[in-house]
Structure formats: structure tokens, C-alpha cells
């Protein structure tokens, strides 16, 4: 979140107008939110031009709170709760601040049932299926998180029973069979969650997820700037819109 003192500009656009105490509340208030709304504009703007296909979910991140008669500010920030996905604030707090990144929600599934050690992140190996935006799919992390009976909820239908893993394992006709172990196999390969593909003649082993021990970033994305730029390049404008509107409509 980003706090700008505007009281000066505004005392000072008042003076220029000559205006009253009332069409300059007015004038606040609009200016004050339309400026906001540039400013969450701005970022996603930013954010695509820092970030390699940046996802629907992180493009709708941002949170405009409107200013009001009682309330002459407004707000403009990263959300900071989410129903069933991490949310903005966190998982862009490292891009933002630099340091280890939020471990993700399936990380932490995992890491609950002993799939992943403590202290480690999981980045997409080989044998991964990617989505549009170079993320794992969400169908295989549900597959994953099935397989080593990873969701929380106590007998949630999704976790896989030993028998429903033995079916995947065998395969049918037309699809090969599935297993997934945790691992370094050959203690050369790196840790990580393994896929095992059982063919007709044979298997084949491929990595999924690989365990790295931190996942450290240098601060790419200047929330701050962005805001402020856009609050010292369009407030003056959007405050003297206002002040004219007020004026058409006053009585």
C-alpha cells in the first residue's frame, strides 16, 4: 500500500480556484479516486512489462478503496486475502521488497504430509505439465497433492485411496500407467517429486517437482514509483476536472 500526502496540492489548486470549502471537498474526493484507479491502471501496465505472461489471477490483484464525503483519502493496493489462492500481497511481496518468496499453498500441503522437506520450495522439473503462463497446471498439482493424500480435509474425496493409486499406477488401454515418489533417484539426480510412466515393455522416470532450498528474489517490481509517478503526473489534472464539474453542478 501507498500513502501520498496530497493536502498541500490541494490547498494550493484551491487557492488558484478561489473556490468553496464545499466544491473543494467535492473536488478532493473525485480526484482523489479517479487518481487512485490511474494508479492500479499503472501497475498492471507495470506488471506486464516486468513479468514473463503474467496470469489473469496477478493482472486482477490490485485494490482500489474509493475516497468519500466523511473519508478524503483513497487507497490503492495489493489484495491481501483470497478464498483459495494465496493472495497478491504475499506472493508478490518478494518481487516487491526482494528476499525468499511465500511458499504456495500446495507447498505447504506437501510439506504437511512429509512430501516436501521443511525449508525447501518446488520449482517445475522436466517431466511438468505447463500452463499458458509457464506455471505447473493445476490438474497435475491436484493429481500430486491427490496422490500423497495432500488435501486437508479429513477424508476429502479427491485424496486417492490405495487402490484408486494402484489403478493410476496400471493404466488402461489407451493411457499409460502413473506413479509419483519422492526422491533423488540414483542419489544423482536432483530431490524432487518423480514421475513414473509404466509402459507395456517397461517405465520411465521423469521429474515433476524439484526441491530447491530457497528461491531468493532481487526486487524487480517498484510498487511505490509506479504510485507515486502516477499521483505527481495526474492528480493536479484530475483535481481541476473535478473542481470545474462541481462548478457546472452547483446550486
Do not use: C
Request: glycine share 6%; aromatic share 10%.
Amino acid at each position: 500500500m501507498v500513502t501520498v500526502d496530497v493536502q498541500e496540492a490541494v490547498a494550493a489548486l484551491a487557492q488558484q480556484a478561489d473556490a468553496s470549502q464545499k466544491q473543494v471537498k467535492f473536488a478532493t474526493r473525485v480526484a482523489l479516486t479517479r487518481t487512485a484507479q490511474k494508479a492500479a491502471q499503472a501497475q498492471v501496465k507495470e506488471m506486464r512489462d516486468i513479468f514473463h505472461s503474467p496470469t489473469p489471477y496477478t493482472l486482477s490483484s490490485m485494490f482500489v478503496r474509493p475516497a468519500t464525503a466523511q473519508r478524503l483519502s483513497a487507497e490503492v493496493k495489493l489484495k491481501d486475502d483470497a478464498t483459495k489462492a494465496t493472495p497478491a500481497a504475499k506472493f508478490l511481496a518478494a518481487q516487491i521488497d526482494g528476499g525468499t518468496r511465500a511458499q504456495k499453498r500446495f507447498e505447504r500441503a506437501l510439506q504437511a504430509v512429509g512430501a516436501m522437506p521443511p525449508g525447501f520450495r518446488a520449482v517445475p522439473g522436466a517431466g511438468a505439465k505447463l500452463d499458458a503462463y509457464g506455471n505447473i497446471s493445476r490438474g497435475q498439482i491436484v493429481q500430486i497433492l491427490a496422490f500423497f493424500q495432500a488435501f486437508p480435509e479429513a477424508g476429502y474425496k479427491a485424496n486417492m485411496t490405495a487402490a484408486s493409486r494402484a489403478r493410476l499406477a496400471r493404466g488402461t488401454r489407451t493411457r499409460p500407467g502413473v506413479a509419483y515418489f519422492v526422491g533423488s533417484p540414483g542419489d544423482r539426480l536432483p530431490l524432487g517429486i518423480w514421475q513414473r510412466i509404466n509402459f507395456a515393455q517397461g517405465s520411465a522416470i521423469k521429474p515433476v517437482l524439484l526441491f530447491v532450498r530457497t528461491a531468493d528474489y532481487q526486487p524487480i517490481y517498484d510498487f511505490r514509483f509506479v504510485a507515486e509517478k502516477t499521483i505527481e503526473q495526474e492528480f493536479a489534472g484530475e483535481f481541476e476536472a473535478a473542481y470545474a464539474e462541481a462548478q457546472r453542478t452547483a446550486r
